[in-house]
């Protein structure tokens, strides 16, 4: 286990929501942190997997930060760790050009996926029996993996039309979400037609800049996307916008909602992470600490919590206390 340091990092700001403590700073990785997972919870508890440039994703307690394990075996910058819903299975995604799935109990390399080209994106079908795995990257191919028929060829779609930032399981796994690495807006994919049937622009307007990251909530209702200046939710099935935000003095790159606390949190460019009123979009607070943009944000499935990752290789547990 790891020692834990705890910093100054909450700036009161307005509104009626505080974080109630500095964060636990998690170390371990030596490079930037490009992606976070939480697990659903449960009856082990919650876990949080990591991604990081260093090529050592990882596995930890998902409430106190505590290093439980790395997986090691990848030879480049793994930009993807997911676990799936039990919580039982990991996925990779690097820039070795492959995609690896792991035993998340002993750490050990269940399957190993070849691509032509950096794995950026994987995702887990969503419930407890699911059995497919979802990638993608600059390759610009969707690939869907049978992990109870490893050996068989994976179902694939595409070409994209750009390498593939990230990848979505919607709709009770009928569809599937795609956002790009420069391209802008998300494109829906039916996946009994094998069509695009819908593409997401901002707002349903004319967006100008690609979608740097996208989520759905823990309960499954929401899902949230960050587009540089941008914080859009919309309801996960209609896919119809609900609230979107301007958000104009920094760079968003990440971004998630807890509709039980009606807050939502951003992080970006300016290093900070920040909070704010989900109905209003009032700036509820700052919170300062890292040393580099911050590249990730996710609520904790408890709704207590939060995790920030940055390019200075730390992970932080903002705890936001008892609903």
Known sequence: MEEHDKEEGVEAGVGQAKWNQSPLVCHGHSRPIVGLHFSPVTPDGVFLASASKDGQPQLRQGETGDWIGTF?????????????????????????????????????????????????????????????????????????????????????????????????????????????????????????SQTVVKRLLHGDGDGSSAVLDMVHTPCGRF???????????????????????????????????????????????????????????????HGRGHHGPVHCVRFSPKRDAFVSGSEDGTIRIWNMGSL
């Not at 200046?229 to 807890?258: G, K």
């Open 72 to 192: 090691q075996g990848h030879k480049g910058a793994v930009w993807s760790c997911v676990l799936n819903d039990s919580a039982f299975v990991a996925a990779t995604g690097s820039a070795d050009f492959s995609a690896r799935v792991w035993n998340a109990v002993t750490g050990d390399v269940v399957h190993e996926f070849p691509h032509k080209h950096i794995v950026r994106t994987t995702a887990f079908e969503r419930g407890l029996t699911a059995k497919r795995l979802m990638t993608g990257g600059a390759e610009k191919m969707v690939r869907l993996y049978d992990l109870e028929k490893p050996e068989a060829e994976p179902f694939t779609f595409g070409p994209a039309p750009d390498s593939i930032r990230k990848c979505m399981w919607s709709l009770d796994n009928r569809r599937v979400l795609l956002s790009y690495l420069d391209t802008p807006g998300i494109d829906v994919i039916d996946l009994s």
């Open 223 to 285: 899902m949230v996307t960050a587009e540089a200046h941008a914080v859009t939710i919309r309801h996960a099935d209609s896919l119809e916008v609900l609230q979107r935000f301007s958000i104009d003095d920094y760079e968003v790159e990440s971004a998630d909602y807890c509709p039980e606390r009606n807050v939502f949190v951003a992080g970006g460019s300016d290093m900070w992470t920040h909070m704010y009123d989900a109905g209003s979009g009032a700036l509820l607070d």
